[in-house]
């Protein structure tokens, strides 16, 4: 039974390009969220989607970030023109239903490295 | 607003035991997570208190007040690999689950 898979482990990018991060939920999961966790910091809250809807981007800036997760496939959260400060770890999570009381099972997470 | 406390560090010998507390300030609450988390890994799940009292799993047990919005997670007979950082995370309004910003525990021989 896999687990949440999260590609790429680790990925370097120059100020101005395009990442993209994948994240497969836990088989059965169809509720995924994406965290930031900055060095030596918690992790912050992004955004919330089921599938093929987002239920809550507070979290998420308003500019360069976008999610999706459709309905085949994984779930993507897409930073354009990156800059320094986007440089963390992006983590994902899922869960088999919501209503805040459900377990989030994380991934490995994407170590994300701009330069 | 939002917040969660958690001390920032502590160190404890191996064998000992060891508290570690959170405390909380949120507009909702529907529950309180602990997650461990090792250096440059994803956090993996300890426990989830609902109702007021202690939970005990293994090594591990969890405390909730919710009257005094306090948490704390006790271990037991502690063990070099248990060195890691404990995120407290509460469950609030909404969708959303509030993270600490972590307590890196040090495990010494």
């Known amino acids: 039974n896999a687990g949440v898979m999260q590609n790429p482990r680790h990925l370097v990018r120059r100020r101005g390009q395009e990442a993209r991060l994948r994240c497969s939920p836990m088989?059965?999961?169809?509720?995924v969220y994406w965290y930031r966790q900055l060095p030596e910091e918690g992790l912050k809250f992004m955004v919330y989607?089921?599938?093929?809807?987002?239920?809550?981007e507070s979290g998420m800036p308003k500019e360069r970030f976008s999610a999706e997760f459709p309905k085949e496939g994984p779930s993507i959260l897409r930073i354009q023109q990156v800059v320094r400060g986007d440089s963390a770890a992006y983590f994902c999570?899922?869960?088999?239903?919501?209503?805040?009381?459900?377990?989030?099972?994380f991934g490995p997470g994407t170590r994300l490295l701009v330069l | 607003g939002q917040n969660i406390d958690q001390p920032t560090e502590m160190t404890a010998t191996e064998g000992a035991i060891v508290q570690i507390n959170c405390t909380y300030q949120?507009?909702?609450?529907?529950?309180l997570f602990w997650y461990q988390q090792h250096a440059g890994e994803a956090p993996t799940f300890l426990s989830y208190?609902?109702?007021?009292g202690l939970e005990e799993k293994g090594r591990f047990s969890s405390f909730l007040s919710r009257s005094k919005g306090y948490s704390y997670l006790l271990l037991k007979e502690l063990q070099m690999k248990d060195s890691a950082s404990y995120l407290c995370?509460?469950?609030?309004?909404?969708?959303?689950?509030?993270f600490g910003a972590g307590t890196r525990l040090f495990v010494k021989a």
């Open positions: 989607l089921q599938k093929e809807n987002i239920i809550d």
């Open positions: 995370a509460v469950s609030g309004g909404g969708f959303k689950t509030i």
């Open positions: 999570a899922s869960s088999e239903r919501t209503g805040g009381s459900e377990t989030q099972y």
């Open positions: 208190n609902v109702l007021d």
């Open positions: 949120t507009s909702g609450f529907n529950g």
């Open positions: 088989k059965g999961h169809s509720h």
